[in-house]
């Protein structure tokens, strides 16, 4: 089965720098996508960043790109010029390219932005 | 475009006690997920369908869990009895694809607070 771990529960990052969240997880699959949530406070969860695993370029959006690295099974979210409203519960998640549309979560990471 | 709306925003119950949430998908989304989120933990699914019809429902504790989307488009989902550990927050979720791989996106409502005392 597959599993997806954050490792840091929480992080803080000042105001305009630069913040890394870490992720991990196990397949035996090939292929596959992977994302990045983001649930602020109130709690609607929003799609950051997805990362097709047949693709080898990190995918960008704006600020926030990643570090996908296949064969280490590790999908790092960095955030650019970290903003207070990206203060929020970011979680990492894993789904199957191939029948089962299932996506799981990591147990994500709260990121705080410090002023 | 309006996105999924869930009600209630909060409810309050006693142990043993029955509940209902709602969930009205995106227009046009074939694809409705229930997941439950633990405070502390990721969404975990609880159950999908693909129009009207079940896809997934094996992290479903069917002994008191149950979901309906009558029609393939609306969708509620039943607790009865309640329990102290169904206290979380339900999310609905909603895509516009049919099964065919993993490149759809989701869209979440805002969820329901469950507190079970």
């Known amino acids: 089965a597959q599993t997806v771990t954050q490792s840091q529960p929480e992080m803080s990052v000042q105001e305009a720098e630069t913040v890394t969240l870490s992720c991990t997880y196990d397949?035996?699959?090939?292929?596959?996508?992977l994302f990045w949530y983001k649930q602020p406070p109130s709690r609607q969860m929003i799609l950051v960043i997805r990362?097709?695993?047949?693709?080898?370029q990190n995918a960008t959006e704006n600020r926030f790109s990643v570090n996908f690295q296949k064969a280490a099974k590790s999908f790092s979210l960095k955030i650019s010029d970290s903003q207070l409203g990206d203060a929020a519960m970011y979680f990492c998640a894993y789904r199957s390219a191939g029948g089962d549309d299932k996506i799981i979560f990591g147990k994500g990471t709260r990121l705080h932005i410090l002023p | 475009e309006a996105g999924v709306a869930q009600s209630p925003r909060y409810k309050i119950i006693e142990k043993r006690q029955s509940v209902a949430f709602w969930c009205n998908p995106i227009s046009g989304h074939a694809t409705l997920y229930w997941y439950q989120q633990i405070l502390g933990q990721g969404p975990k699914l609880l159950i999908q369908f693909q129009n009207n019809g079940v896809v997934d429902d094996s992290q479903l504790p069917k002994d008191r869990f149950s979901a309906e989307r009558l029609k393939g488009v609306d969708s509620t989902l039943k607790i009865q009895p309640a329990k102290l550990e169904d206290s979380a927050v339900y999310l609905c979720a909603s895509s516009k694809a049919l099964l065919a791989g993993g490149s759809q996106k989701e869209f979440f409502g805002p969820g329901t607070r469950l507190t079970v005392l």
């Open positions: 397949t035996s699959e090939s292929d596959y996508y």
């Open positions: 990362q097709e695993a047949y693709k080898q």
